[in-house]
Every structure is written in C-alpha cells, then in structure tokens.
C-alpha cells in the first residue's frame, strides 16, 4: 500500500512538473515586421511564423510604412516601437530575443541593431528598400531634396509629397519632411550598407535572398559582409523571388533557430 502511494505521488508530481513547465513561457522571442505597404498578418511571413510558433512567441508589429500609415511617423520611430516590442519580451522572461522582417522589415532590422543594438540576432528576410538607389530618380529625388531642405531649415513638420517605388510599382505618399527625410535619406538609416556597417554588437545573423530577387548578387553579399562576424551567422540563397523568399527559407530558419536555442 505504501508503495502504490509513493508511486501514485511520483506520478503526481511528474504530472505538475510538465504543466508548470508547459506554462512557462517560451524561451525564444521574435520582433517580426512586414513590408513596405504590408501589414503585420502579412501573407508573406505567415509560413514563418507558422513553422516557428512551437518555439518562439511572435510581435507583429505595423510599422510606419504600412499600406495604412504610410510613414507617418520617422525612422527614430518606428525603431522606438521595435525597441518597446523587445524590452516587452524581456521583461516576461524570454531568454533569446531576435529582430528581423521581410523587405523593409529586414531594412529596420539592420538600422534596429545599428541605432539601439540590444537583441540577441538578426533575421532579415529579402531585404528590401535601397533609398540610395531610389535617390538616383529624378523624381524621388526632386521630393527627398525637398524634404531635406524643410528639415534643415526648420520646416520639418511641412507636408511633402513624393511617388514612392515598390518593386516596380508606384504609391503617391505625402508626409512630413522629417518622415520622408529620415526614410529616404540616401545616406541614412534606410542605407543597408551603412547600417550593417554600424551594427553595435557581433550576434548571429540569419540572412536569407531569393535568386530572383532584384537584391540577389553583389548587391545582398556586400550588405552581409559588412556585419560583424559570428560563427553562428547564416548566408541562405534560395529559389525564390522577393515575396516568397520566407517561405522557401522557413524550414531552414526553423532550423537555425532551434539550434540557436538549444531545442
């Protein structure tokens, strides 16, 4: 009899250790943002968040250059918003925090880890947005300078409009000077080059680009090899264009992940 209840008492107490640790929460964190003109459910990341919910609790953040905002606020931000998604995630406990995004997404997570630097890797997916390349259109760059005169003159609140680009396709957008200015500053924050360039820390870095990608070649690889070394960073080419690029990455990225973790 005795025996029967230590066993049923061991059996008990097995069965509280696994709901307690059921309901810890997860120790993988990711702050994931969309595109230019998309939004946080965006069709383009579901298959990564997907694949990674088992392992990792999701932020989907809108981020200023959604379809609906359209840069509404600056550059400074839409990094304030990462940067609050992040402590968030601290603060409940998450052990491993990762930034990262698809096109413009990808774009934030570089100028995140550039300008404030505190998570613990960087997954950018099809990077996306090259305001140094945009510059080079006689029309963008009527607007930009535009703007960039308003800012410096004090004016930075004065509305400005311009023909944004997006894979070949046009947007009219009409911002501030400061917004616009802080986005398409050929030199600024946008500059993947230059934030890569800039990152504080060396932290693994998962960077997946589609062969068919516009960014795919010289382009991609020189933006990577500005980062810090990390022995645990991952420079993944795959059969895809700029949309699908997640998608076709994502078992690799799961992968990497649960590596990274421990899992």
């Known amino acids: 009899m005795r025996r029967w209840l230590l066993r049923l008492g061991l059996v008990a107490m097995g069965t509280w250790a696994c709901a307690a640790a059921e309901a810890q929460p997860l120790s993988c964190g990711v ?10 459910q965006s069709p383009f990341l579901k298959p990564v968040v997907q694949k990674l919910e088992p392992h ?7 981020m200023p250059w959604s379809r609906q905002r359209l840069y509404d606020l600056p550059y ?15 603060k409940a406990g ?20 550039a ?6 890797a960087i997954l950018p997916l099809a990077p996306g947005h090259a305001p140094e390349f945009f510059y080079q259109l006689p029309d963008v ?12 003159s004090g004016q930075g609140d004065t509305l400005v409009e311009m023909s944004d680009v997006n894979q070949g396709q046009r947007r009219p957008v009409k911002t501030s000077a ?19 360039g800039a990152v504080r820390k060396a932290v693994p870095v998962f960077w997946a680009i589609g062969t068919l990608d516009p960014l795919h070649g010289a382009g991609s690889t020189e ?15 795959v059969r895809a264009n700029h949309a699908n690029t997640p998608e076709v990455a994502a078992d690799e990225l799961l992968d990497w992940v649960k590596a990274r973790i421990g899992r």
């Open 31 to 40: 702050v994931l943002m969309h595109g230019k003109w998309g939004m946080p």
């Open 76 to 90: 400074a931000d839409a990094l304030g918003q990462i940067r609050d998604a992040v402590a968030e995630f601290r």
């Open 178 to 196: 400061n917004a616009l200015w802080s986005y398409f500053n050929p030199q600024g924050w946008g500059n993947m080059g230059l934030s890569a």
């Open 115 to 120: 300008q404030v630097g505190d998570a613990d």
């Open 94 to 113: 998450v052990l491993w925090v990762a930034v990262g995004g698809q096109s413009f997404g990808a774009n934030a997570s570089l100028a995140y880890m």
């Open 141 to 152: 760059r009527r607007s930009v300078d535009a703007a960039r005169k308003l800012v410096d």
């Open 223 to 237: 933006i990577y090899q500005k980062l810090p070394a990390h022995s645990d960073s991952r420079y993944l080419v």
């Open 56 to 62: 990792c609790q999701f932020k989907l953040l809108e």
